[in-house]
T-cell receptor, first 114, second 112 residues
Framework: DAGVIQSPRHEVTEMGQEVTLRCKPISGHNSLFWYRQTMMRGLELLIYFNNNVPIDDSGMPEDRFSAKMPNASFSTLKIQPSEPRDSAVYFC????????????FGQGTRLTVV | GDSVTQMEGPVTLSEEAFLTINCTYTATGYPSLFWYVQYPGEGLQLLLKATKADDKGSNKGFEATYRKETTSFHLEKGSVQVSDSAVYFCALSAEYGNKLVFGAGTILRVKS
Protein backbone atom coordinates (compact mmCIF):
# COMPACT_ATOMS: atom_id res chain seq x y z
CA ASP A 1 0.00 0.00 0.00
CA ALA A 2 1.26 3.49 -0.82
CA GLY A 3 0.21 4.85 2.55
CA VAL A 4 -2.09 7.79 3.15
CA ILE A 5 -2.11 10.01 0.09
CA GLN A 6 -2.89 13.70 0.31
CA SER A 7 -3.25 16.24 -2.46
CA PRO A 8 -2.15 18.78 -3.25
CA ARG A 9 1.16 18.92 -1.36
CA HIS A 10 1.20 22.70 -1.55
CA GLU A 11 -1.60 25.17 -2.14
CA VAL A 12 -1.36 28.93 -2.41
CA THR A 13 -4.63 30.77 -2.72
CA GLU A 14 -6.05 34.23 -2.31
CA MET A 15 -8.19 35.22 0.62
CA GLY A 16 -11.86 34.53 -0.08
CA GLN A 17 -11.26 31.62 -2.42
CA GLU A 18 -12.52 28.10 -1.82
CA VAL A 19 -9.90 25.49 -1.00
CA THR A 20 -10.38 21.73 -1.13
CA LEU A 21 -7.90 19.32 0.36
CA ARG A 22 -8.08 15.64 -0.52
CA CYS A 23 -7.13 12.44 1.24
CA LYS A 24 -7.02 8.78 0.31
CA PRO A 25 -6.67 6.59 3.41
CA ILE A 26 -4.96 3.23 3.57
CA SER A 27 -7.17 0.49 2.20
CA GLY A 28 -8.93 -1.40 4.98
CA HIS A 29 -8.62 1.38 7.53
CA ASN A 30 -12.00 2.49 8.83
CA SER A 31 -10.99 5.55 10.85
CA LEU A 32 -9.89 8.81 9.26
CA PHE A 33 -8.60 11.97 10.94
CA TRP A 34 -7.97 15.53 9.77
CA TYR A 35 -5.38 17.55 11.74
CA ARG A 36 -4.07 21.08 11.38
CA GLN A 37 -0.53 22.01 12.42
CA THR A 38 0.72 25.53 13.12
CA MET A 39 3.59 26.93 15.13
CA MET A 40 1.22 28.75 17.48
CA ARG A 41 -1.32 26.00 18.20
CA GLY A 42 0.61 22.82 17.46
CA LEU A 43 -1.29 19.79 16.16
CA GLU A 44 -5.07 20.16 16.40
CA LEU A 45 -7.62 17.46 15.61
CA LEU A 46 -10.28 19.00 13.38
CA ILE A 47 -12.58 16.05 12.75
CA TYR A 48 -12.56 12.29 12.63
CA PHE A 49 -14.67 9.64 10.92
CA ASN A 50 -15.38 6.01 11.74
CA ASN A 51 -16.76 3.94 8.87
CA ASN A 52 -17.31 7.13 6.83
CA VAL A 53 -19.47 8.71 9.57
CA PRO A 54 -18.26 11.90 11.31
CA ILE A 55 -17.84 11.08 15.01
CA ASP A 56 -16.36 14.24 16.45
CA ASP A 57 -16.14 17.56 14.65
CA SER A 58 -15.68 19.70 17.74
CA GLY A 59 -12.26 20.79 16.51
CA MET A 60 -13.55 22.35 13.32
CA PRO A 61 -12.81 26.03 13.90
CA GLU A 62 -15.91 27.54 12.31
CA ASP A 63 -18.58 27.12 9.68
CA ARG A 64 -16.15 27.98 6.92
CA PHE A 65 -14.67 24.51 7.38
CA SER A 66 -16.45 21.36 6.25
CA ALA A 67 -15.36 17.76 5.76
CA LYS A 68 -16.89 14.84 3.93
CA MET A 69 -16.16 11.19 3.50
CA PRO A 70 -18.41 9.90 0.71
CA ASN A 71 -16.80 6.46 0.69
CA ALA A 72 -14.13 4.43 2.46
CA SER A 73 -11.37 5.52 0.11
CA PHE A 74 -11.78 9.27 -0.10
CA SER A 75 -12.24 12.32 2.11
CA THR A 76 -12.19 16.07 1.54
CA LEU A 77 -11.66 19.07 3.78
CA LYS A 78 -13.06 22.27 2.36
CA ILE A 79 -12.52 25.86 3.46
CA GLN A 80 -14.88 28.44 2.03
CA PRO A 81 -14.08 31.29 2.11
CA SER A 82 -10.42 30.98 3.04
CA GLU A 83 -8.63 33.49 5.27
CA PRO A 84 -4.93 34.17 5.92
CA ARG A 85 -5.23 32.68 9.43
CA ASP A 86 -6.09 29.34 7.84
CA SER A 87 -2.51 29.07 6.60
CA ALA A 88 -1.12 25.85 8.09
CA VAL A 89 -0.12 22.31 7.26
CA TYR A 90 -3.14 20.03 7.11
CA PHE A 91 -2.60 16.33 7.78
CA CYS A 92 -4.85 13.41 7.07
CA UNK A 93 -4.34 10.16 9.00
CA UNK A 94 -6.04 6.78 8.97
CA UNK A 95 -6.12 3.78 11.25
CA UNK A 96 -7.93 0.56 11.94
CA UNK A 97 -10.64 1.03 14.49
CA UNK A 98 -9.53 0.51 18.09
CA UNK A 99 -7.87 2.63 20.75
CA UNK A 100 -4.53 0.86 20.66
CA UNK A 101 -3.97 0.98 16.92
CA UNK A 102 -1.41 3.10 15.11
CA UNK A 103 -2.47 6.09 13.03
CA UNK A 104 -0.69 6.50 9.70
CA PHE A 105 -0.19 10.04 8.50
CA GLY A 106 0.00 11.48 5.03
CA GLN A 107 2.73 13.94 4.12
CA GLY A 108 0.43 16.89 4.58
CA THR A 109 -0.83 19.80 2.51
CA ARG A 110 0.87 23.11 3.15
CA LEU A 111 -1.78 25.79 2.67
CA THR A 112 -0.88 29.43 2.28
CA VAL A 113 -3.68 31.99 2.05
CA VAL A 114 -2.50 35.42 0.89
CA GLY B 1 -11.37 16.11 28.68
CA ASP B 2 -8.35 14.04 27.76
CA SER B 3 -5.07 15.94 27.43
CA VAL B 4 -1.32 15.47 27.07
CA THR B 5 1.39 17.74 28.44
CA GLN B 6 4.97 17.43 27.31
CA MET B 7 8.09 19.40 28.10
CA GLU B 8 8.74 22.48 26.06
CA GLY B 9 11.64 22.60 23.71
CA PRO B 10 13.77 22.98 21.94
CA VAL B 11 16.01 20.42 23.56
CA THR B 12 19.58 20.71 22.32
CA LEU B 13 22.03 17.87 23.00
CA SER B 14 25.43 16.76 21.85
CA GLU B 15 25.77 13.47 20.03
CA GLU B 16 25.83 10.46 22.38
CA ALA B 17 24.13 12.36 25.19
CA PHE B 18 21.24 10.89 27.18
CA LEU B 19 17.76 12.05 26.22
CA THR B 20 14.63 12.41 28.32
CA ILE B 21 11.46 14.09 27.09
CA ASN B 22 8.78 14.24 29.76
CA CYS B 23 5.14 13.50 29.04
CA THR B 24 2.18 13.40 31.39
CA TYR B 25 -1.45 12.81 30.56
CA THR B 26 -4.97 13.26 31.87
CA ALA B 27 -7.58 10.74 30.80
CA THR B 28 -10.48 8.73 32.07
CA GLY B 29 -10.13 4.99 32.09
CA TYR B 30 -7.10 3.30 30.61
CA PRO B 31 -5.81 5.03 27.49
CA SER B 32 -3.19 3.74 25.10
CA LEU B 33 -0.07 5.90 24.93
CA PHE B 34 2.12 6.70 21.95
CA TRP B 35 5.22 8.58 20.89
CA TYR B 36 5.26 9.88 17.32
CA VAL B 37 8.19 11.50 15.52
CA GLN B 38 8.08 14.08 12.74
CA TYR B 39 11.09 14.68 10.53
CA PRO B 40 11.32 17.94 8.56
CA GLY B 41 8.81 18.17 5.75
CA GLU B 42 7.12 14.89 6.61
CA GLY B 43 4.06 13.62 8.40
CA LEU B 44 4.12 12.01 11.82
CA GLN B 45 5.15 8.40 12.18
CA LEU B 46 4.77 6.07 15.11
CA LEU B 47 7.92 5.63 17.19
CA LEU B 48 6.58 3.39 19.97
CA LYS B 49 3.47 2.64 21.97
CA ALA B 50 2.21 1.05 25.19
CA THR B 51 -1.33 -0.10 25.76
CA LYS B 52 -1.48 -0.89 29.48
CA ALA B 53 0.12 0.05 32.77
CA ASP B 54 3.78 -0.96 33.22
CA ASP B 55 4.15 -1.79 29.53
CA LYS B 56 7.40 -0.59 27.99
CA GLY B 57 7.41 0.48 24.36
CA SER B 58 10.73 0.49 22.53
CA ASN B 59 12.05 1.15 19.04
CA LYS B 60 15.32 2.37 17.49
CA GLY B 61 16.92 2.70 20.94
CA PHE B 62 14.06 4.81 22.31
CA GLU B 63 12.04 3.59 25.29
CA ALA B 64 9.02 4.75 27.29
CA THR B 65 7.20 3.07 30.18
CA TYR B 66 3.48 3.50 30.88
CA ARG B 67 3.28 4.68 34.51
CA LYS B 68 -0.31 4.81 35.66
CA GLU B 69 0.54 5.91 39.19
CA THR B 70 2.24 9.07 37.91
CA THR B 71 0.21 9.32 34.66
CA SER B 72 3.44 9.60 32.72
CA PHE B 73 5.06 8.20 29.58
CA HIS B 74 8.53 9.75 29.42
CA LEU B 75 10.66 9.14 26.33
CA GLU B 76 14.31 8.14 26.83
CA LYS B 77 17.29 7.23 24.72
CA GLY B 78 20.71 6.38 26.04
CA SER B 79 22.79 7.87 23.23
CA VAL B 80 21.30 10.25 20.69
CA GLN B 81 22.52 10.73 17.15
CA VAL B 82 22.34 13.69 14.81
CA SER B 83 19.78 11.76 12.79
CA ASP B 84 17.42 11.80 15.81
CA SER B 85 16.88 15.54 15.33
CA ALA B 86 13.13 15.87 14.84
CA VAL B 87 9.92 16.87 16.61
CA TYR B 88 8.60 14.33 19.11
CA PHE B 89 4.91 14.12 20.02
CA CYS B 90 3.38 12.29 22.95
CA ALA B 91 -0.20 11.15 22.36
CA LEU B 92 -3.00 9.16 23.91
CA SER B 93 -5.97 7.29 22.59
CA ALA B 94 -8.94 6.98 24.89
CA GLU B 95 -9.97 3.59 26.19
CA TYR B 96 -13.21 3.80 24.23
CA GLY B 97 -12.93 4.96 20.67
CA ASN B 98 -9.72 5.87 18.89
CA LYS B 99 -9.52 9.64 18.97
CA LEU B 100 -5.80 10.51 19.19
CA VAL B 101 -4.94 13.49 21.39
CA PHE B 102 -1.46 14.96 20.93
CA GLY B 103 0.84 17.01 23.10
CA ALA B 104 2.37 20.22 21.76
CA GLY B 105 5.50 18.51 20.48
CA THR B 106 9.13 18.86 21.55
CA ILE B 107 11.85 19.88 19.12
CA LEU B 108 15.06 17.88 19.55
CA ARG B 109 18.30 19.16 18.05
CA VAL B 110 21.39 16.99 18.23
CA LYS B 111 24.77 18.56 17.49
CA SER B 112 27.78 16.63 16.22
Amino acid sequence: DAGVIQSPRHEVTEMGQEVTLRCKPISGHNSLFWYRQTMMRGLELLIYFNNNVPIDDSGMPEDRFSAKMPNASFSTLKIQPSEPRDSAVYFCASSEQGGDTEAFFGQGTRLTVV
Amino acid sequence: GDSVTQMEGPVTLSEEAFLTINCTYTATGYPSLFWYVQYPGEGLQLLLKATKADDKGSNKGFEATYRKETTSFHLEKGSVQVSDSAVYFCALSAEYGNKLVFGAGTILRVKS
